[in-house]
């Protein structure tokens, strides 16, 4: 099944603002949105947002996510040390009937 | 609180069988569709399969068509994955998940060896 297309790494400074991106097609992206997931090395994934652009309870507002046509966006800002993990974002594909992912950025605060 | 709380994993030979479940508890498991995902150490995360609320619909990875099956007990608030015919690419760290990912597990591992 494909994927959804993001950049395999991405390196900001400390305190500056991190824009992830994630893209895809109109049968995910641009069907229902994405949730985008934080994971730390040795961690399960945890969700920053939901495929409304919504942050769960106890996210920081540091996390906002959004979306244009067939490509979702996650921006954090003020980068703090322990932001640094992989970031991924999954959306339904309602063409292939199967829930697909990103392969995931790995971001790195300098 | 919502935790879901994966089980059933652990070492297997090759051509085996392991049953994962998956306790889920702080929130209404029989209004959410469920899903298994699946991580090699170091690689990304891989969608195994999903399942609608009331157990009417399922759709597979086509890796693990006709091999893995899932299941879940609303009454119990429970979800399972009927994993036969293992291979050892079916080696990872499986998380039981909500809906495309809203809430995780922490994940059990599966080793597929002789």
């Known amino acids: 099944q494909a994927g959804l297309t993001q950049p395999p790494s991405v390196s900001k400074d400390l305190r500056q603002t991190a824009t992830l991106t994630c893209t895809g097609n109109?049968?995910?992206?641009?069907?229902?949105?994405v949730v985008w997931l934080q994971q730390h090395q040795g961690h399960p994934p945890k969700a920053l947002s939901n495929?409304?652009?919504n942050r769960p309870s106890g996210i920081s507002e540091r996390f906002s996510a959004s979306r244009s046509g067939n490509t979702a966006s996650l921006t954090i800002t003020g980068l703090q040390p322990e932001d640094e993990a992989d970031y991924y974002c999954?959306?339904?594909?309602?063409?292939?009937?199967?829930?697909?992912f990103g392969g995931g950025t790995k971001l790195t605060v300098l | 609180e919502v935790q879901l709380v994966e089980s059933g994993g652990g070492l297997v030979q090759p051509g085996g069988s392991l049953r994962l479940s998956c306790a889920a508890s702080?929130?209404?498991?029989?209004?959410?569709?469920m899903t298994w995902v699946r991580q090699v150490p170091g690689k990304g995360l891989e969608w195994v399969a999903n399942?609608?609320?009331?157990?009417?619909?399922?759709y597979y990875v086509d890796s693990v068509k006709g091999r893995f099956t899932i299941s879940r007990d609303n009454a119990k608030n429970s979800l399972h994955l009927q994993m036969n015919s293992l291979r050892a690419e079916d080696t990872a760290v499986y998380y039981c998940?909500?809906?495309?990912?809203?809430?995780w597990g922490q994940g059990t591992l599966v080793t597929v060896s002789s």
């Open positions: 998940a909500s809906d495309v990912g809203d809430y």
């Open positions: 702080g929130f209404t498991f029989s209004s959410q569709w």
């Open positions: 399942i609608k609320q009331d157990g009417s619909e399922k």
């Open positions: 109109s049968y995910n992206v641009g069907y229902q949105g």
């Open positions: 495929r409304n652009n």
């Open positions: 999954s959306a339904w594909d309602s063409s292939l009937s199967a829930l697909v």
